[in-house]
């Protein structure tokens, strides 16, 4: 599934340009149908057809870019040369030439259709594993020139000669066994209409769509219903026959897909919902008024790919009622609303103002379906995506591991050097030590490192209250007291300008938060919890829990972010960016998870309730630790907790 999820994400590029070329492209195709060929339709249909019609070469690129492990050209290259390789290796012209130098119009058809988005996929997947597995391959020196990234399209052609000579003999077969397959359910009726309204969507991934389109939109088998449609009453089309393999698209084109969006939208994140907007509103307004319906479909078949099976169920069902009821309609282009409004006057159109009413009730059943299921299944769709915490972290375009690394050592520099730690371990959003010398740890120096506080329980022991993402932090620690991370230079002091005042500006303005309880029991104010780091709120304010359920439930909608190994915690970022800790007991990371059973992970999409950690309250007791449990706010040191 996280293969599929990433395939997705690396599709949203390409698909962010298609909208607005679809929409340029079906003004295009408006103008010549109703003015007839001129400048501004033919400037329209070539800038949005320069995207549209190259879709496939766009996903080659846009894949290999996008899961390659680091985002690099030299990857897209890959991929554009993997596209290239194959496409002009299987191209109709170069099959005639294989086969005996045969006429390319005796070309098996199928080979006409090898641009398609499924081999742009497989080009890309090729692109990505190429860079993924060859960019530090290191050759002989009489070969030297080609080592490294030299090396990438150089595998990726030659992997894409051996995918051509498999797709060769593969690619004719299953065409010609849907073609076949296709002829054979047109006598089913609207059985046969429903059945092939679901392939039709379950295959556009693969391009083979177009194998059961030429069955039963052109004259494979008789039916012809596009041309057919087109000519009207000079065609041999007949009224209520012709247009039943192209009604039932137009009310979920127009209406189900857009219902799809707006169920994608009001799932997103608060701190999404613009981003999620802006890609699934264009993409709507496509499919309602073009009926290219690519940049929706794409944008969940790989990040959501039960959402699609429900669409090629929806389109079947769709297709078998209209075919059932007096109703027809026809495209030329495809079943938008330009296509409806251009047909609804021909003399074969039957009632087309039922597949409005039909199209009504399918945005209603979308809309429903897609928003239940995705907030049943917490399916990562636009919007919901799991966050890559340390991109965000890298937000000045320092890379994040020279972050974490720049704050590991200035701490250990405060803390009196690597020398001065005999141990070193973190639990949910502090580091624990043991150190030679207490006294050379430097408290000023910590914070003004980003330590939010210090704590010296007594003895050697020494803790530093960082946050969430402590572990990052230690793992830089223990990289550079081993060796393995090179210090980074010595951060240089920041200059103050002589001519300004400094101030201390003390914010009296508070924010209440409402939370759920997460967990059953007595609600405390933090000053009654054992443990000055959340007595004193050095980590931020809230209130303590003394618990007496067994369950803990997010307090918000929004995302685990981060769900703790032992258990003893976890962080919830809320839909609205406030960061939720809840703190299982008292030193309960000692624990090392017994007694705690984690019910997500970093990550996972939340709503509010969604059942988080189950917890063994008697063996907290067991272990001598307290039960109290601080639900801390992190990221807002005016914030006020009230449970609801």
Known sequence: MKFMQNLGKSLMMPIAVMP??????????????????????????????????????????????????KSDGVAALAGLVSWLVVTVLLAPESIAGYLGGIEVADVDPAFENIQNAFVGIICGLIGAFSYNRFHGVKLPDWLAFFSGKRAVAIVAAGASIVMSVLLFFIWPFVYGALVAFGEWIVGFGPIGAGIYGFLNRLLIPTGLHHALNSVFWFDVAGI???????????????????????SGFFPIMMFGLPGAALAMYVTARSSRKKVAAGILFSAAFASFFVGITEPLEFSFMFLAPVLYVFHALFTGISMAITALLPARMGFGFSAGA???????????????????????????????????????????????????????????????????????????AALGGADNITSLDNCATRLRMEVGDVSKVDDSALKRAGAAGTMKPG???????????????????????????????????????????IRTVTRTDRRVVQLRQPIAGDVKPLSEVP?????????????????????????????????FDTGHAIAIVTDDDLEVLVHIGLDTVDMKGDGFTTLVKTGDIVD?????????????????????????????????????
């Open 20 to 69: 607005v070329a679809a929409i340029l492209y079906g003004i295009g195709n408006w103008i010549t149908n109703t003015l007839g060929t001129n400048i501004v339709s033919v400037f329209l249909t070539s800038a949005g057809s320069a995207v549209i019609d190259n879709l496939a070469v766009l996903f080659a690129i846009g894949i290999a870019f996008g899961m390659a492990k």
């Open 224 to 246: 012809n219903d596009v041309p057919n449609f087109l000519a009207g009453a000079d065609g041999p089309g007949t009224l209520g026959i012709t247009g039943m393999y192209t």
């Open 531 to 563: 443990d000055p780091t959340f007595a004193e709120q050095i980590m931020g304010p809230g209130l303590a829990i003394e618990p007496t359920g067994d369950t803990v439930v997010s307090p918000a909608p929004g995302r685990v972010g981060h769900a």
């Open 338 to 412: 330009i296509d409806l409004g251009l047909g609804w006057n021909n003399p074969l159109a039957q009632n087309p103002w039922m597949l409005l009413l039909l199209g009504i009730a399918w945005f209603v059943v979308y809309f429903l379906v897609f928003t239940f299921v995705i907030r049943k299944w917490q399916l990562k769709t636009i919007g919901r995506e799991d966050d890559d915490e340390l991109a965000d972290e890298a937000g000045d375009g320092q890379s994040v591991d020279a972050k974490y690394a720049a704050t590991a050592n200035r701490f250990l």
């Open 608 to 644: 509010e309730g969604t059942p988080l950690i189950r917890v063994d309250l008697e063996k907290i007791r067991a272990a001598g630790h307290p039960t109290i449990t601080p639900v801390i706010v992190l990221n807002d040191e005016n914030a006020t907790i009230e449970f609801r």
């Open 459 to 501: 003895g050697t022991s020494v803790q530093v209250i960082y946050g969430l993402n402590v572990q990052f932090v230690k793992d830089a620690m223990e990289g550079i007291m081993s060796g393995a991370i090179e210090p980074p230079a010595a951060d240089a002091p920041a200059a103050v300008p002589a001519t300004d005042t």
